[in-house]
């Protein structure tokens, strides 16, 4: 268990200020990433910070009952001892994804009420426990830092929406107005509530329930966009498939788009590589330049870099209207 405790103590560790007191960090963060395969061993583990909570995820079994049963024993042992040994630490709580309805237990502590993931002085409130995810993507956090930096005064288009942190980041930056997309009525409602819990305005944020393949014009009405983030599940049964449906959107770009305008194009499938998302952006869309491959997260280690969250910054250009 050494590197799995080696990787989560050396992050959360003691403060060098000769205070003796803990150093507490503040934003949420994945501690370990077991799903990188690059701590053998630890393939199905990964352990996430939402302060004051240790969240541990298992997403397979081992070969058998009893060995998942010493296995996930002797990690909740180790980290529940760590916990003790720490006063930020105040609860540890393990989910099984493997699971129906993927449940979560606490094994130490008593569990808060309310739970917030902390980001730069911004609070999204979590939902740890009975749901698969937890309301805040940790591995997006270069695609918020790459938000951050171009949002101020322009109009900004978050398809796939969730729980709009993006909107959050958005809005903190300084953008003119954000229009968030996404089937969910309970996770745009999350998304407003995560707005009004930073003390941010709604007057120009848009929180638009559609199903995005079916309602490009309620989508078009409030652009053209400076920007636009092009967020899907990989893959959601009965309303997007990313080999089937990806190009789908793209193909849509001109639509939405000023000229210039910064697209962020995203894709968490271990099973598609990058060069499949330049190919369809390519053939869907020939007027996108590529621009980058944001670097990913150093919380988020992989062997290969082709299965981790690819994030593709691609400006539209197309081509100037011939002079009458």
């Known amino acids: 268990m050494s590197a799995l405790l080696d990787r989560v103590t050396s992050i959360l560790s003691p403060s060098e200020s000769g205070s003796g007191k803990n150093h507490e960090i503040d934003d949420a963060r994945r501690l370990f990433h077991g799903r990188g395969k690059t701590f053998p061993g630890f393939e199905?583990?990964?352990?996430?910070?939402?302060?004051?909570?240790?969240w541990v995820t298992f997403f397979k079994p081992q070969d058998t009952p009893e060995a998942t049963q010493g296995y996930e024993a002797a990690i909740e042992r180790e980290l529940v001892a760590l916990a003790s040994t720490r006063p930020d630490v105040?609860?540890?709580?393990?989910?099984?994804?493997?699971?129906?309805?993927?449940p979560a237990a606490c094994v130490y502590g008593t569990m808060p009420d309310t739970i917030y993931a902390h980001r730069r002085?911004?609070?999204?409130?979590?939902?740890?426990g009975g749901r698969q995810n937890t309301g805040f993507f940790l591995d997006m956090e270069p695609g918020?830092?790459?938000?951050?930096?171009?949002?101020?005064?322009?109009?900004?288009?978050?398809?796939?929406?969730?729980?709009?942190?993006?909107?959050?980041?958005?809005?903190?930056?300084?953008?003119?107005?954000?229009v968030n997309v996404d089937?969910?009525?309970?996770?745009?409602?999350?998304?407003?509530?995560?707005?009004?819990?930073?003390?941010?305005?709604?007057?120009?944020?848009?929180?638009?329930?559609?199903?995005?393949?079916?309602?490009?014009?309620?989508?078009?009405?409030?652009?053209?966009?400076?920007?636009?983030?092009?967020?899907?599940?990989?893959?959601?049964?009965?309303?997007?498939?990313?080999?089937?449906?990806y190009g789908k959107l793209v193909r849509r770009i001109p639509q939405l788009m000023v000229a210039g305008g910064d697209i962020l194009f995203c894709l968490?499938?271990?099973?598609?590589?990058?060069?499949?998302?330049?190919?369809?952006?390519?053939?869907?869309?020939?007027?996108?330049?590529?621009?980058?491959?944001?670097?990913?997260?150093?919380?988020?280690?992989?062997?290969?870099?082709?299965?981790?969250?690819?994030?593709?910054?691609?400006?539209?250009?197309?081509?100037?209207?011939?002079?009458?």
Not at 157 to 164: G, V
Request: hydrophobic share 40%; net charge negative; charged share 25%.
């Open 44 to 54: 199905q583990v990964t352990v996430d910070w939402y302060q004051p909570v240790l």
């Open 183 to 245: 089937m969910s009525r309970g996770a745009l409602s999350q998304g407003r509530d995560n707005h009004r819990l930073n003390g941010l305005p709604t007057d120009s944020i848009r929180f638009l329930q559609e199903n995005i393949l079916k309602s490009w014009g309620r989508i078009r009405r409030p652009g053209p966009y400076d920007i636009a983030i092009f967020d899907p599940p990989s893959f959601q049964k009965g309303s997007f498939v990313a080999e089937r449906d």
């Open 90 to 102: 105040e609860v540890v709580m393990v989910q099984r994804r493997y699971l129906p309805d993927t």
């Open 268 to 324: 968490n499938a271990p099973e598609l590589d990058q060069a499949f998302l330049e190919e369809l952006v390519a053939l869907e869309c020939p007027e996108c330049c590529f621009v980058e491959r944001l670097q990913p997260s150093a919380d988020f280690p992989d062997a290969d870099p082709d299965q981790q969250l690819k994030l593709l910054h691609y400006q539209y250009q197309p081509e100037p209207a011939p002079a009458l």
């Open 121 to 128: 002085g911004a609070r999204f409130t979590l939902q740890l």
């Open 144 to 178: 918020r830092r790459w938000l951050e930096f171009l949002a101020e005064g322009r109009k900004v288009l978050n398809l796939f929406a969730y729980t709009c942190a993006f909107s959050v980041v958005a809005q903190q930056a300084g953008a003119e107005s954000v």
